[in-house]
């Protein structure tokens, strides 16, 4: 490693997407003064650049704007707070003790860091991690790229399309597309349920009269050179596609919006341990990972359905690392959090017993008038009901002192009407 | 007459419905907000959108630049918008904010960019 020039730095934060944005502002608010973003791309803003459709901010500035204007507000306070970063840069290994090494356009660097936030967001699934049968032909794109190839590079990704997956890329894109003069023959979704934000029925799907076929699957891809149809399949209750009921759908592109990954194989090589729930790290309430030091928000820790809670949750990260390097003392007795019967995940994974504090759960199945309770063994300590849940609408649950004072674990459960 | 709508007002899409006659509302019930209430009202009878989109940019970083309408404008409008948009052209730089459609249809309502454009170096 002789080749990379050392340098001391309190706090790295890898990403400048809207999590590391906030993460950096709120570290330095909060008094870390030598901290460095690392972004890969050339640009800050992550994939906001190119969502540009709006309904962003309207927890955080109670204004729905556009991708690229709520991530100006951050590039600016980044700028306003003379906050370094480096761009077109590649973080290739970080390590326990807080190595960060780094290619960069000045050359190889080695950041020896206080603390480190992991903000890197997530990559999107891909053909190959479905298993779609057929052919391979050109046509074939994830949502995110066609969203990057027409709003960003001015290229259009074909004329007749399928999109499978209702996640809320998929049903944006299924609106773009339409927009820009595509015909879009389906939006279709193997779960019974869609993936995305109800809003995006709405105002992508049914104000364009773009049918969205639940319960259904793309089970072939037809075509040499380019797409030329697909065949799509209704599934039955374990989602196996029911034979005999195939249909062929005309089309030259396919599109992917079939779920989000954490990327992160960078924290995985320094043995940050992960959830195989969410695929992001395991944290405390401080979102602090298995390695002390090491703190981990946004879409690399859970994926979000709105980038407002990416920004609180990067917030509350930012604050813990300055914490954690301006020598705040921590750590009390700990209470393990676990998921119960109809939850998916909650998160953070343990907490402590002396602090109010705000948990993020998901649930397994849409359903009506649902209580949460709460169990430390056999008691239950707190319910919660609400009208609606959806897996695809992150729950967030306040947590006060007095409720977590006495217990030794924590088990969320949907209760059983 | 009744009508089934799911909310655009906030993340939270509450499935709306909507009792009405002639051009007054009786009742709306599943919302859970005053903007349930003022969007129920709008999508029945004169139903709205927010427009946004790309415009050519000549001698930019990219391409492009995003476009958005200042505040919502009548839904059978949009693909209208839309046509027109596809001609215009404009240069970089552009400023986020900067309008490049004045009150576009009469409606009072401009088009404007949503992001910064530099010019190419």
Redo the contacts between chains.
């Keep these: 490693m002789s080749d990379f020039t050392f340098r001391d730095v309190d706090l790295v934060v890898i990403g400048g997407g809207p999590a590391g944005l906030a993460a950096a502002i709120s570290a330095k608010k909060k008094g870390v003064q030598d901290l460095i973003i690392i972004e890969r791309n050339n640009w800050l803003g992550g994939i906001l ?1 190119q969502c ?4 962003f901010g ?2 955080l500035f109670q204004e ?1 704007l ?1 991708g ?2 709520y991530a ?1 507000r951050y590039i600016d306070e980044i700028n306003e707070l003379d906050i370094s970063y480096t761009l077109n840069s590649m973080v290739l290994e970080i390590t326990p003790e807080k190595k960060v090494f780094i290619a960069s356009p000045k050359g190889l660097f080695c950041f020896q860091a206080k603390a480190i936030i992991l903000a890197m967001g997530c990559r999107e699934r891909t053909r190959g991690q479905i298993c779609i049968p057929g052919t391979r032909p050109a046509g074939v794109y994830t949502a995110g790229v066609a969203q990057n190839l ?5 290229v259009m990704v074909g004329k007749d399309v399928v999109i499978l997956g209702s996640g809320d890329i998929g049903m944006i894109m299924a609106r773009r597309l339409t ?2 003069g595509a015909k879009v023959h389906a939006v279709v979704e193997l779960l019974p349920h869609t993936n995305g ?7 992508c799907l ?2 364009y009269e773009i049918p969205l076929l639940l319960s259904h699957t793309v089970t072939e891809i037809h075509g040499r050179n380019r797409v030329e149809s697909v065949t799509i399949s209704p599934v039955d209750k374990n989602l196996k596609p029911i034979k005999g009921k195939e249909k062929k759908i005309i089309c030259d592109t396919l599109l992917l919006s079939i779920g989000l990954i954490p990327e992160n194989d960078l924290s995985k090589n320094c043995g940050v341990e992960l959830s195989s729930v969410t695929g992001g790290a395991l944290v405390d309430e401080n979102l602090e990972t298995s390695v002390p030091g090491i703190f981990s928000c946004g879409n690399v820790l859970q994926v979000h ?2 980038v407002d809670f990416v920004t609180l949750e990067a917030e509350r990260a930012g604050k813990s690392a300055a914490e954690y390097i301006l020598g705040k003392p921590r750590k009390v007795e700990r209470i393990r959090v676990e998921a119960g019967n109809g939850i998916r995940y909650v998160l953070p994974h343990n907490i402590p017993s002396d602090t109010d504090l705000e948990l993020s759960i998901r649930v397994i199945c849409p359903g009506e008038d649902v209580s949460i309770g709460f169990f430390d063994g056999e008691n239950l300590v707190k319910t919660k009901k609400f ?1 609606k849940v959806h897996p695809a ?1 992150m729950i967030k649950i306040k947590l006060t002192i007095n409720e977590t004072r006495a217990i030794k674990t924590l088990k969320a459960e949907v209760l059983q009407k | 007459m009744k009508k089934e709508m799911i909310c655009v007002g906030c993340p939270m899409g509450c499935y709306l419905s909507v009792d009405y006659v002639g051009e007054t509302i009786r009742g709306v019930t599943g919302n859970r907000c005053r903007v349930g209430l003022e969007h129920a009202e709008k999508e029945c009878f004169n139903p709205e959108r927010t427009l946004t989109t790309t415009v050519n940019v000549q001698g930019g970083n990219l391409p492009l630049v995003s476009v958005r309408t200042s505040k919502p404008i009548p839904k059978n409008r949009i693909f209208e918008a839309m046509a027109l948009l596809a001609k215009v052209e404009i240069e970089a730089p552009v400023k986020i904010g900067e309008e490049i459609i004045h009150n576009i249809f009469d409606t009072n309502v401009s088009v404007v960019a949503t992001k910064n454009i530099v010019k190419k170096d």
């Design positions: 650049p540009i459709h709006d309904g309207l927890e729905p556009t690229p204007e100006q027409i709003n960003l590079q001015n927009l820009e934000l109800p809003r995006n029925i709405q105002q049914i104000d359905d709105v009208r609408q």
